[in-house]
């Protein structure tokens, strides 16, 4: 039976702290990206005239005032329209 150097166990020990450290950090990386997904928000809506009938081709312009970014879309021929990936803020 052969002993192991000194050498060796502590080679062995750096092995196993890295395995370790990188199952973690791979444990983790779908916590984070599931995470950035969530501080995102998809602002839906139907724009229709005083009378309920819906607006087709209506402009819609959505303002982020922390940092003055406008966002712009059209409502299809249901007068639907959609604008995704909104940070958290307050819009007008």
């Given at each position: 039976m052969s002993r192991l150097s000194g050498?060796?166990?502590?080679?062995?020990?750096?092995?196993?702290?890295v395995?370790?450290?990188l199952?973690?950090?791979?444990l983790g990386m779908p916590v984070q990206l599931v995470w950035?997904?969530?501080?995102?928000?998809?602002l839906r809506g139907t724009v229709m005239d005083a009378s309920g009938a819906v607006?087709?081709?209506a402009d819609i312009n959505l303002t982020d005032?922390?940092?003055n970014i406008s966002r712009t879309t059209?409502?299809?021929?249901a007068g639907n329209f959609e604008i995704p990936d909104l940070k958290n803020g307050t819009y007008r």
């Open positions: 050498r060796e166990i502590v080679s062995g020990r750096i092995l196993v702290r395995a370790t450290f199952f973690l950090v791979m950035a997904q969530l501080t995102l928000s998809t607006v087709p081709g005032l922390s940092t059209i409502t299809d021929g």
